[in-house]
Structure formats: structure tokens, C-alpha cells
């Protein structure tokens, strides 16, 4: 248990800036989309307002589209880079470890801070738009925006995989292969629309999560 | 494998793409030994730190350490490595006290104490970031780690890379005091061989494709020869006789490398009718000795 | 690579095929396609026949030409087309000053204009939100008043809530939630069809499917509640309320059959074959024309006040489909994966195996001779099941095995 606690200082050392730029990130969008809300809700009335949605299906949320990619980009970049540049990788390697429990530690931790900067603030803010909207409302914002979260896990699964790669060749390829996944994640649906392709969506993103190991393979056995 | 060999490799062959590296190459390190890998850019010494690491695996042939594949090593095994990687890399991320809180976790036999008092003599700020220290504060860092470690093997690739003069000496004699007096096995590469020379136990010279040396630096400091003459032609061809290890000659000033001795080398010049004069052996250094062998670029 | 990493890389391999399965065929169809003839028929309600527009194209030169004609053959000039169907160029003709008098012995006006009605019709299945306002259905205003709650029908029946407070009204949702049982309503709904805008002449209320799949009219007259069972011998798909006129709705059935809910609750089958299901339709007093474009024809219906067929025509379509560059690709993609309107799956698109089956099995050569090329054991099953996938997904999988190499 010592060794893990060491393995995640390191992680914390190299991520805590970014990941507290995330996090206030995450929440300060929400705070302002709920802001937002609250004003129209206040200003045209609960039933226009409503009524208005309704009919137009408006996304009063969609600048939350690209925010969990955002976060993902900051926490796995500032995981990842440091370990990859001047091939420093090989430190850690060489750490007395199993190589898969080395890199894994790494994904896992990742996973985790990806987790505790997105879902508290989807979790208040699910609870601020319940003061104004019912859960038929909510419940549709909240599958259209699963993909999106969904999205952020799956492009920092992404991040390390490709990092992991140390052929640059490949990594160019790999990145276009996960441009074009992502993009599943982040299509301009109607609200509600995106529920059907969640099954979908969650397979990619288990699948994204088990990638680093075929890249890390690598290391193991091709050149460094 | 005999039991007191640290590294053993045998008939490490290894190709890039289809260019040959070496072929059949064959080292065993003794423990309490230190051995230095020389040899030119290009000759396969980052390929074999490579190797020995488990980042590379090799065409054919298998590395060992402690008796272990090195493609396979056990976290056991790792722990009893210390690793310095060319250009004296660490997590530049971290400040001095982070990167020591982060390596104690992982090394039972942490040695604090050893860290610090080289630590201490850098001339830092107590945040500042690796990333800001020049090359020799580095340098001292990572002597620093691996001294806390406390490995039995070290395996250093170009430690000299990139150090002033005053850096390499505090390296060369903080490591070869380490090293002696508690029996620590050594492996290192290094361009600068007068670096080496105060070092190293053994040797192994590598030239393309090839292992020219590989024996105790004594024993080849002593058989190794070069004699100077001066002869009456700048167009005398010696270098194909089998006495010859390789002949340089600047108009008709030669220079004679060679594991033979004066009598053999003087003999082969009057048994083709060579006048000479001025037949001198030369001392050398290690580094002379190196250049004679591999030749000058 | 252990037997993990390599299961692993399948994967990976798979999801590669998936992405460019879903990327190349796109990549390819933009970039060779060519322009299509731009085809349109109308129904003339002067001269009872078809008009039939082509727009010949060439991307070189942008120039374009237009012929038109009727289903008979003859041809006619712009002007004398547009003259045939005055409903549809209503303002060219204006300027031109020459909109007829009167149209099958009706006065031509402003008010007969705006009583056709145009739209589309889609059998797609999508989101709608399961709360809505019930308007008071007869106001007397020119317009529904928007009412300060909402409904929705869960598994406790109808409930009626307070938007502001987000609290449910008890008594008007008791009083609606014995309509709807004596009406035989088996809560929740499953899908509620309206115009939750004030912005329509007229409120027709909401029709609602309900747990056990029957149709259901609710309306609120006076405050008070309106429901109503609406009998069927079909399977409710989706629905599209119209803003009012002389029907309720359009209805898909289960096989994407269109029929019409009329106001007196008969519901009727339309004379039309369903094809893709996909209709633009155009309605007047006089003629309903319902427009259906597939990849092999244009198929236009024009039925009568009664709904019953008046009259048909049907023309070839130069759809992508048909062209050459579209019958290539069946020669070079097995499939295609593309994204379903509405919610959202996908859905792979095979060719005929027949066509793409050439090069599969070329690539699949081409890939074993790499493999030997590079010393790969052929003892490994995971290489034949690499050729393997090359077989089955073409170039698709030629491409993913690459991409994603088995490393040695």
C-alpha cells in the first residue's frame, strides 16, 4: 500500500494545478448555466419558460458540450507529457513493479481525478436545475450530457494509449482513430436522442479504458 | 550461468531495421567488478543498456541479471538495480525534496542520509524545480537517488553527458569509492575515456559490428602497444599483416598499434627490407590506446 | 504479446473496422460524387397533370438548364410551368401579373393561397417530452392561452403540475384522472402526441398511447376533461399532430403504413405504398399530393378531398444509388455504418457480398504476404484471425490489422 501511495504523490505533484483549473472549470460553466436558467425561468415566467423548452427542445446546457474534453485534455496532457518527454518513461519502468501495475496506477489515478473534477459539479448541478425544472426535463438534459461525460473518460483513456506509443507513426494514427471515436461522443443530437446510442457509447469507453495495455506492451518488448 | 556473474549475455545479436549492430556479442560482468563500455557513436552501447534494462529485446540471444531474463525482470530484481539514463533524466517536475519523498516508498534499504549530504551542497532553493538546475546540479541529484537506493547493480549510460570537468571528478571518485567499499557491481558507458580510466575494472570495446576488447584494463593497457618510426617512404602498406591492430602514418611518421613487442614489430619491418629510425615506444592512456585500436574518425 | 494484450488488440482492430467503416465510405462518396439531375414533379390543379422540373448541371462550368414537361411528354417554357401551378409560384406569378381568376371554379384569393399546407412526414421514432400544457380547447380567443400548468401520465395517472412551485395540483389532476379511467386509460402513457404551442388556430388537444398500446384523445373543454377512447385495428408507431384542419393526425403503423386520424375519429389507411416512409406532402382544398423519393424513383400521390387516390405518377431518380461511382463502391466497402435520425443507433449497411468479395480476398493475400514478409508465426491463430477479418471487412480490416499491428 506504501508503494501506491508514492506512486499517486508522484501523479498529484505533476497534476494538482491542472486538475484544480478543471475542477473550478467543471464548476464554474455549471454555476453559469444554472445562473443562466435561473434568469430566463425568473424573467419569462416558469410556464412560458417551460413551455418555450418544450416545444423547441431548446439545449439552454450545450456550452457544457466540450468541458469534460477539456478537463480530459488537462489532466491527462499534464499526466502524461512529463512522463514521455526525453523518454522519462524508463524511470518508471524502472521502478521495482510490475510494468502493467506501474502504468495502471497511473490510468486508474487519472480516472479518478477525471471523476471527482466532472461528477460533483453534475451532481449540485443536477440538484440547483431540479429547484426550477421537473425530472421530465432533467432527465433528458442529463442523457444528453452523459455522452459528453462519457466522452471525457473515453479521450483520457485515449491520451494514455497514445502516449504509451512511442512510434511516432503510430500515435499520429492513433490520434485520428480517436478524433473519430470521439466524434460519436460529441454529435449535435436533439435532446433526449443520445439515450439509444449509450449502450454504444459506454462499450467504447470500457474498451478505450483496456487500450494503454496493448501500447505499453510496447516498452515491454519493441524499441524505447 | 557461474554463480558470482551480475550480467551475463549470451550471443546478443541484435539488427536495426537491417543494419547489423553486432552479432553473437557475448559479456559477463563479475560481481564487485566495474566495467566500462566504450566505443564510437553508432556502435550499440545505448542498444545494450537498452537490452540490459528490458526496454529492447534483442533478435536473438538473452541478457541476464541475478540470473534473470532481462525481459522478464522481477520487481525483486529492479529493486536491486540503479539506473542512471543518459543525460542524467529525472521527473524535472519535482523539486529535491518531492523526488526523494517519491523514490523512498519503493527501496526498503532507503538511504536518507546518503541523499542529502549531496544534496545539501547544491546551491538551490528549496522548491526549486529540477527542471530549472543545470546539468551537473542534475547530475547530482541523480547520484544523489541512486546512492539512497543503495542498489548492488548500477547501471549508468553516459554519465560524464553534458558535466564539467569538476562535476565528472566528484562523480567518477564518489562512485568508485562507493562502488569498492561495499562490493557494488558496475556497468557504464561513457565518451570520455580519461573518465573511465580513473574508474573502471574492466573493459569491453565496442566497434561497429564487433567486440574488439574485452578483458581487464590492466591487461590490455599492458598488452596493447604503440610504437612510433620514421621511415624513408610515406607509402608503405603494414596495416594487412596480422601483427598490425590498426597503423596511422602522417607522411612518414608512423604509428604502430599493436599486441606484439619491439623485437616482433621490428623483425617484420627488416623481413621486408623497411629501413627505419627514431623506433620508439610510446606510453599511452587509456584514450590513446582507444583511438589506436578503433581508429581516428 | 500475452493472450490478454493480443484479445485485447481485437478489439481495438474492431473498433478500428467500426471507425472506418463509418469514415471511408463518407470520405469517398464526397469526394467522387457526382451532381445529380435535380428532379421535381407537382400536381397541376389547373391542368389536373404532372409537372415535371430537371435541372441539368455541370460542375465545371456552373451552368445549369432547366427542362420542363408533363407525364405526357410535351414540353413546356418557365413561364408556362410556372403558370400550371399557381399555388406553388404564387408570387412570380403576381409580379408577373398572371395568377388565374379562379381555380376549378374557386376564387382565386390571398386566403385560398394560405390554405394549403405543406410539410414533411417522417416515420422517425425520437425524443419528446413527456410534459406538456393542456390548453384550454375552447377559449373563444384566436389563439390557445398558455395555461399555468403542466401534465404528464405516470404510473399514478394524470398529474397536473405547478411549473413554479413544482408542485402537482391535486384536484385538477383527480378530476382528469377519473375522465381518463372511465375512459378505460391504463396509466402511464407511453407516448403523448400534440402541439404544445399556442402558436395554431386551434387546440386539439392530445393523443396519448397508453400502457397497453391503445389511443386515446384528451382534451380540456371548459376546464373540464375530455378523454376518449379512439378504436384501431393497428399498431400506433408515431404520430404527427396537425395544426388544425380536417384531420387530428398523421399515423405510422408498425410497418411504417401511413394512415390519417380524421376528426370524427375513423381512421383510415392511405392509398400510398410506405417505401421508405419518407413523404413531403402538399395539401389544398382541392388535391392532397404526397411526395415519396427513394433511391430508385420518385413516386407522387394525389388524392382527393376523401383521401382516396385521384391520381399517380412515378419517374426513375438518378440517385446517387444508380450512379457508377456508387456501384464502384459496392466493389470497394463491404458495408457502411451510418447514424439513424431521431434516436440515435447504428446501423451497418451491407453490399452485396458478391461485389466486395474480390478485394477482400486481394487484401487478405496482400496481408499474408506482409505477414510472411515480416517472419510473423503462422502457427499463431491470432494472425489467421487476422486474415480473417481482412476477408470479412475488406479494406476495412486490411487497414484496422495494420493500424493496430500484432507486435512481435
Given at each position: ?68 474534453l ?36 497511473m ?29 421530465e ?16 473518460f473515453?479521450?483520457y483513456?485515449?491520451?494514455a494509449?497514445?502516449?504509451?506509443e ?58 524505447l | 550461468?557461474?554463480p558470482?556473474?551480475?550480467?551475463q ?8 531495421g ?37 526496454f ?47 523514490y ?28 530549472t538546475?543545470s ?32 562535476y ?17 557491481t ?75 613487442n ?36 | ?18 471507425v ?17 439531375v ?30 420542363y ?64 400544457p393542456?390548453?384550454e ?32 395540483l ?28 399556442t ?28 378523454c ?16 388544425p384542419?380536417?384531420l ?16 370524427d ?9 410506405p417505401?421508405n ?58 458495408l457502411?455504418i ?6 440515435a ?42 486474415l ?18 500484432n507486435?512481435?
Amino acid at each position: 500500500m506504501t508503494i501506491l501511495k508514492h506512486l499517486i504523490y508522484k501523479e498529484w505533484v505533476k497534476t494538482r494545478w491542472f486538475a484544480s483549473i478543471a475542477l473550478l472549470l467543471n464548476l464554474g460553466v455549471l454555476v453559469y448555466i444554472f445562473m443562466s436558467l435561473r434568469s430566463s425561468f425568473l424573467s419569462a415566467g416558469g410556464v412560458t419558460y417551460l413551455s418555450a423548452l418544450l416545444t423547441y427542445k431548446t439545449q439552454f446546457f450545450s456550452i457544457y458540450r466540450y468541458i469534460p474534453l477539456g478537463i480530459a485534455l488537462l489532466v491527462g496532457i499534464s499526466q502524461f507529457a512529463p512522463e514521455i518527454t526525453d523518454k522519462r518513461i524508463k524511470l518508471a519502468l524502472h521502478l521495482p513493479l510490475h510494468n502493467l501495475r506501474i502504468i495502471y496506477t497511473m490510468v486508474v489515478y487519472g480516472f479518478v481525478l477525471l471523476a471527482l473534477c466532472m461528477i460533483p459539479g453534475i451532481l449540485i448541478f443536477t440538484g440547483l436545475i431540479s429547484i426550477y425544472l421537473p425530472a421530465e426535463i432533467t432527465l433528458p438534459v442529463l442523457q444528453t450530457m452523459l455522452p459528453w461525460l462519457l466522452g471525457g473518460f473515453c479521450a483520457y483513456f485515449l491520451i494514455a494509449m497514445i502516449a504509451m506509443e512511442p512510434v511516432w507513426k503510430f500515435r499520429f494514427l492513433y490520434l485520428l482513430v480517436s478524433y473519430k471515436v470521439l466524434s460519436l461522443f460529441f454529435m449535435h443530437l436533439p435532446i433526449g436522442n443520445a439515450v439509444s446510442l449509450l449502450p454504444v457509447l459506454c462499450l467504447v469507453t470500457c474498451l478505450s479504458s483496456i487500450a494503454p495495455v496493448y501500447t505499453s506492451y510496447r516498452f515491454n518488448k519493441g524499441q524505447l | 550461468m557461474e554463480p558470482n556473474y551480475v550480467i551475463q549475455c549470451i550471443n546478443l545479436t541484435h539488427y536495426y531495421g537491417k543494419k547489423l549492430v553486432y552479432e553473437n556479442l557475448n559479456i559477463n560482468v563479475a560481481e564487485g567488478r566495474i566495467l566500462g563500455l566504450l566505443g564510437k557513436n553508432g556502435a550499440g552501447k545505448s542498444t545494450t543498456i537498452n537490452i540490459l534494462n528490458g526496454f529492447l529485446e534483442p533478435r536473438s540471444g538473452q541478457c541476464l541479471i541475478y540470473g534473470e531474463n532481462t525481459q522478464h525482470l522481477s520487481p525483486a530484481t529492479k529493486r536491486r538495480i540503479g539506473y542512471l539514463i543518459e543525460g542524467h533524466v529525472q521527473y524535472a517536475f519535482m523539486n529535491v525534496h518531492q523526488i526523494e519523498k517519491f523514490y523512498s516508498g519503493f527501496y526498503p534499504n532507503w538511504k536518507r542520509d546518503a541523499y542529502f549530504n549531496l544534496i545539501d551542497k547544491l546551491k538551490i532553493t528549496p522548491h526549486q524545480k529540477i527542471s530549472t538546475m543545470s546539468c551537473g546540479q542534475r547530475a547530482q541529484v541523480a547520484l544523489g537517488l541512486i546512492l539512497a537506493q543503495d542498489p548492488d547493480l548500477l547501471i549508468l549510460d553516459d554519465f560524464s553527458l553534458g558535466l564539467d570537468p569538476g562535476y565528472r571528478r566528484l562523480f567518477i571518485d564518489y562512485m568508485r569509492e562507493y562502488a569498492k567499499a561495499e562490493g557494488k557491481t558496475v556497468f557504464l558507458t561513457s565518451h570520455i575515456i580519461q573518465d573511465m580510466e580513473r574508474l573502471i575494472d574492466d573493459i569491453l570495446i565496442m566497434d561497429y559490428n564487433r567486440v574488439l576488447v574485452q578483458s581487464p584494463v590492466q591487461d590490455f593497457t599492458s598488452r596493447f602497444k604503440e610504437f612510433t618510426f620514421e621511415l624513408d617512404r610515406d607509402d608503405v602498406e603494414l596495416k594487412e599483416h596480422p601483427l598490425a591492430v590498426n597503423v596511422e602514418h602522417l607522411r612518414n611518421h608512423y604509428e604502430f598499434y599493436t599486441y606484439g613487442n619491439e623485437t616482433e614489430v621490428k623483425q617484420l619491418l627488416e623481413s621486408q627490407g623497411i629501413a627505419y629510425r627514431n623506433f620508439k615506444e610510446e606510453p599511452m592512456t587509456l584514450e590513446d590506446a582507444f583511438i589506436g585500436l578503433t581508429g581516428k574518425y | 504479446m500475452t493472450s490478454a494484450t493480443k484479445i485485447i488488440r481485437l478489439f481495438l482492430v474492431l473498433l478500428g473496422v467500426t471507425v472506418l467503416a463509418m469514415t471511408l465510405p463518407d470520405l469517398y462518396r464526397k469526394n467522387f460524387e457526382e451532381r445529380p439531375v435535380k428532379k421535381l414533379i407537382y400536381y397541376s390543379e389547373i391542368s389536373k397533370n404532372f409537372m415535371i422540373s430537371e435541372e441539368f448541371s455541370d460542375t465545371l462550368t456552373h451552368e445549369s438548364n432547366t427542362v420542363y414537361y408533363d407525364q405526357t411528354g410535351k414540353q413546356y417554357t418557365e413561364r408556362e410551368y410556372n403558370r400550371q401551378l399557381p399555388f406553388l409560384y404564387t408570387r412570380k406569378l403576381a409580379l408577373l401579373g398572371e395568377l388565374p381568376d379562379s381555380v376549378n371554379g374557386v376564387k382565386f384569393d390571398q386566403q385560398l393561397v394560405k390554405s394549403t399546407k405543406r410539410g414533411m412526414l417522417m416515420p422517425v421514432s425520437s425524443f419528446n417530452f413527456q410534459l406538456n400544457p393542456l390548453f384550454e380547447s375552447e377559449s373563444g380567443k384566436v389563439r390557445p392561452e398558455q395555461p399555468d400548468d403542466l401534465f404528464r401520465i405516470n404510473r399514478h395517472g394524470i398529474e397536473f403540475l405547478n411549473p413554479e412551485t413544482n408542485r402537482i395540483l391535486p384536484e385538477k389532476s383527480r378530476l382528469f384522472n377519473e375522465a381518463l379511467e372511465t375512459a378505460g386509460f391504463q396509466a402511464p402513457a407511453r407516448d403523448i402526441y400534440g402541439i404544445p404551442s399556442t402558436l395554431k388556430a386551434r387546440d386539439d388537444g392530445y393523443f396519448i398511447i397508453d400502457n397497453e398500446g391503445e389511443l386515446f384523445h384528451l382534451k380540456m373543454v371548459k376546464d373540464k376533461p375530455y378523454c376518449r377512447h379512439i378504436e384501431k385495428d393497428i399498431t400506433v408507431s408515431s404520430m404527427k399532430c396537425m395544426v388544425p384542419g380536417d384531420l387530428y393526425a398523421y399515423i405510422y403503423d408498425d410497418r411504417q403504413q401511413l394512415h390519417i386520424l380524421r376528426t370524427d375519429y375513423s381512421i383510415k389507411p392511405l392509398p400510398i405504398r410506405p417505401g421508405n416512409g419518407r413523404f413531403v406532402y402538399s395539401v389544398n382544398c382541392f388535391y392532397k399530393s404526397y411526395k415519396n423519393t427513394d433511391n430508385d424513383s420518385i413516386r407522387l400521390y394525389v388524392l382527393n378531398a376523401d383521401y382516396d387516390l385521384e391520381d399517380y405518377h412515378a419517374m426513375e431518380n438518378d440517385s446517387y444509388a444508380k450512379s457508377s461511382v456508387a456501384q464502384i463502391e459496392q466493389y470497394l466497402f463491404p458495408l457502411k455504418i451510418m447514424i439513424t435520425p431521431g434516436y440515435a443507433h447504428l446501423i451497418p449497411l451491407f453490399n452485396p457480398p458478391g461485389r466486395f468479395i474480390w478485394l477482400n480476398l486481394f487484401l487478405m493475400l496482400v496481408l499474408a504476404g506482409i505477414k510472411i514478409r515480416h517472419h510473423r508465426n503462422l502457427r499463431d491463430p491470432f494472425n489467421w484471425l487476422d486474415l480473417a477479418i481482412a476477408g470479412a471487412f475488406g479494406i476495412f480490416g486490411f487497414i484496422a490489422v495494420l493500424i493496430f499491428p500484432n507486435r512481435k
